[in-house]
């Protein structure tokens, strides 16, 4: 056996010696071999931006948000490297004496996270997510400890009022950048020294009643949120990081955030009523008409609403000293799967006029009750319209939902039907007759304009 291991080495020393023989070149007769030499090669010199791209997003991010902190950096906080950002950092090692690299080294680094701390507790600053719009933003706690919240947003301030923050919605037609920056700019007493608009958002700051401010506005579908910020002058050196940092952080529309509280509404409404009795009663959709400080009935004038059913969604108004109302039976139509829904779109989707038309639409159950969705859902203008079945009897009334922008998709039917029944109960439970025997439509609908705040 060992003489068998011995000649098994033999021979694998033996190929290894052939095959570094092989792998040398053979000598010239004559010539002397030159020496073999080699070059080192020197790595290329990194520069601070070099160093920087090379740092996860997030390390990044949070240099530039505790440069800001700290007041070396005014730029936004995006995460990308820049000359601004390199620069802010030669600064921050300039202020504590340290060579100006535009590299931290992580003693630096932990000087900075350590400084900006500091100021950040010293505010209170904190994330948040709006409980009304499901918007995050950071707030420094500690100077506007007063809170306030409505369907339209929110608000903190100082128990003084030398900061305020708000955060506002509302619903607007097409709306962009520039229209929603213009019409900021136009706030009377504003003078504007700095002002950004981006298809996405836009920024504007100032000084408007000798209060510094900033704002940054954004949109989504149909839905506006702005942010604006209001400071006393003397509270600018507390108050300038705070609001490029909440600048940086503020994200109006997270992704599958869900808001909290009811959609905002526009200003002014428009929807459609049914005449349901010839001394002036009409019944709509609630919602058309919630929270509105004047209601109107467009060649009527003002109507009151005198009643309302919140779990149904339904309101009934009355105009008083109209004549030659055409009340419309709301008789015991069937809420077929094909209907006919018979409103006043909203002036903008129809040139203006305030002509009655009709759309094609479709009904289908919602869970086990007795609510069942339209589709697809009729343009604005239409909440309130008159179903009819195939037979021409009413078979319910139409309703718009708001949209929530921020917040599950498919969570609610956009367009849903109150079934006839369900509409004259509701009427005659209010002191309403109802006995027209009418199945003219076309004839007993009105526009109804709600003004709201």
Same mark, same amino acid.
């Given at each position: 056996m060992r003489s068998m291991l011995s000649a098994t080495l033999m021979i694998v020393t033996a190929s290894a010696a052939h095959a570094q023989v092989q792998a040398t070149p053979p000598a010239v007769q004559g010539v002397k071999p030159k020496p073999v030499?080699?070059? /080192?090669?020197?790595?290329a010199l990194q520069t601070p931006a070099d160093t920087a791209n090379a740092m996860a997003q997030a390390e990044r991010l949070g240099i530039q948000s505790d440069l800001a902190w700290t007041g070396q950096y005014n730029g936004a906080i995006t995460g990308?490297?820049?000359?601004?950002?390199?620069?802010?950092?030669?600064?921050?090692q300039k202020d504590n004496g340290a060579k100006q690299t535009g590299v931290l080294n992580p003693q630096e680094r932990d000087l900075l996270r350590a400084a900006a701390k500091k100021l950040q507790d010293n505010v209170g600053w904190k994330m948040v997510t709006d409980m009304v719009t499901g918007a995050r933003l950071g707030i420094p706690g500690k100077l506007v400890p007063q809170q306030a919240s409505d369907a339209n947003g929110s608000k903190w301030s100082s128990s003084t009022g030398t900061v305020q923050i708000t955060l506002a919605r509302r619903k607007e037609d097409a709306p962009s950048t520039a229209k929603l920056a213009e019409a900021e700019r136009k706030e009377p007493g504003r003078k504007i020294d700095y002002q950004v608009v981006k298809p996405d958002f836009f920024v504007l700051s100032g000084l408007q009643n000798q209060k510094k401010f900033y704002i940054r506005g954004q949109f989504k579908d149909s839905e506006v949120r702005i942010l604006s910020i209001f400071y006393d002058q003397a509270t600018e050196g507390t108050m300038e990081p @705070?609001?490029?940092?909440?600048?940086?952080? $503020?994200?109006?529309f997270p992704p599958g955030a869900q808001?909290?509280?009811? /959609? /905002?509404?526009?200003?002014?409404?428009?929807?459609?009523?049914?005449?349901?009795?010839?001394?002036?009663?009409?019944?709509?959709?609630?919602?058309?008409?919630?929270?509105?400080?004047?209601? @109107?009935?467009?060649?009527?004038?003002?109507?009151?609403?005198?009643?309302e059913d919140k779990?149904?969604?339904?309101?009934?108004?009355?105009?008083?000293?109209?004549?030659?109302?055409?009340?419309? #039976?709301?008789?015991?139509?069937?809420?077929?799967?094909?209907?006919?829904?018979?409103?006043?779109?909203?002036?903008?989707?129809?040139?203006?006029?305030?002509? @009655?038309?009709?759309?094609?639409?479709?009904?289908?159950?919602?869970?086990?009750?007795?609510?069942?969705?339209?589709?697809?859902? /009729?343009? $604005?203008?239409?909440?309130?319209?008159?179903?009819?079945? #195939?037979?021409?009897? $009413?078979?319910?009334?139409?309703?718009?939902?708001?949209?929530?922008?921020?917040g599950p998709p498919n969570a609610a039917p956009q367009a849903a039907l109150v079934p006839a029944e369900l509409v004259l109960n509701f009427v005659k439970a209010n002191g309403v007759s109802a006995n027209s025997s009418s199945t003219d439509a076309k004839a007993a609908m009105v526009r109804v304009i709600c003004v709201r705040k």
């Amino acid at each position: 056996m060992r003489s068998m291991l011995s000649a098994t080495l033999m021979i694998v020393t033996a190929s290894a010696a052939h095959a570094q023989v092989q792998a040398t070149p053979p000598a010239v007769q004559g010539v002397k071999p030159k020496p073999v030499t080699t070059t /080192p090669i020197r790595p290329a010199l990194q520069t601070p931006a070099d160093t920087a791209n090379a740092m996860a997003q997030a390390e990044r991010l949070g240099i530039q948000s505790d440069l800001a902190w700290t007041g070396q950096y005014n730029g936004a906080i995006t995460g990308e490297v820049s000359d601004r950002m390199v620069n802010a950092i030669k600064t921050f090692q300039k202020d504590n004496g340290a060579k100006q690299t535009g590299v931290l080294n992580p003693q630096e680094r932990d000087l900075l996270r350590a400084a900006a701390k500091k100021l950040q507790d010293n505010v209170g600053w904190k994330m948040v997510t709006d409980m009304v719009t499901g918007a995050r933003l950071g707030i420094p706690g500690k100077l506007v400890p007063q809170q306030a919240s409505d369907a339209n947003g929110s608000k903190w301030s100082s128990s003084t009022g030398t900061v305020q923050i708000t955060l506002a919605r509302r619903k607007e037609d097409a709306p962009s950048t520039a229209k929603l920056a213009e019409a900021e700019r136009k706030e009377p007493g504003r003078k504007i020294d700095y002002q950004v608009v981006k298809p996405d958002f836009f920024v504007l700051s100032g000084l408007q009643n000798q209060k510094k401010f900033y704002i940054r506005g954004q949109f989504k579908d149909s839905e506006v949120r702005i942010l604006s910020i209001f400071y006393d002058q003397a509270t600018e050196g507390t108050m300038e990081p @705070v609001v490029i940092a909440m600048s940086s952080a $503020f994200n109006a529309f997270p992704p599958g955030a869900q808001a909290m509280g009811p /959609p /905002p509404r526009k200003k002014v409404e428009y929807a459609s009523g049914i005449v349901v009795s010839d001394d002036g009663a009409i019944v709509t959709d609630r919602q058309a008409v919630d929270g509105c400080i004047s209601i @109107v009935v467009a060649g009527y004038g003002n109507a009151d609403k005198v009643a309302e059913d919140k779990v149904r969604d339904l309101a009934l108004l009355r105009i008083y000293g109209a004549r030659e109302l055409k009340p419309l #039976s709301l008789g015991a139509g069937a809420a077929k799967p094909n209907l006919d829904l018979v409103g006043i779109a909203d002036p903008q989707n129809q040139g203006g006029g305030a002509a @009655v038309t009709s759309v094609k639409a479709s009904t289908t159950p919602v869970g086990t009750g007795s609510e069942l969705a339209l589709s697809p859902a /009729p343009g $604005f203008g239409f909440s309130g319209a008159a179903a009819i079945d #195939s037979d021409g009897k $009413f078979a319910g009334l139409a309703q718009l939902k708001p949209l929530l922008v921020a917040g599950p998709p498919n969570a609610a039917p956009q367009a849903a039907l109150v079934p006839a029944e369900l509409v004259l109960n509701f009427v005659k439970a209010n002191g309403v007759s109802a006995n027209s025997s009418s199945t003219d439509a076309k004839a007993a609908m009105v526009r109804v304009i709600c003004v709201r705040k």
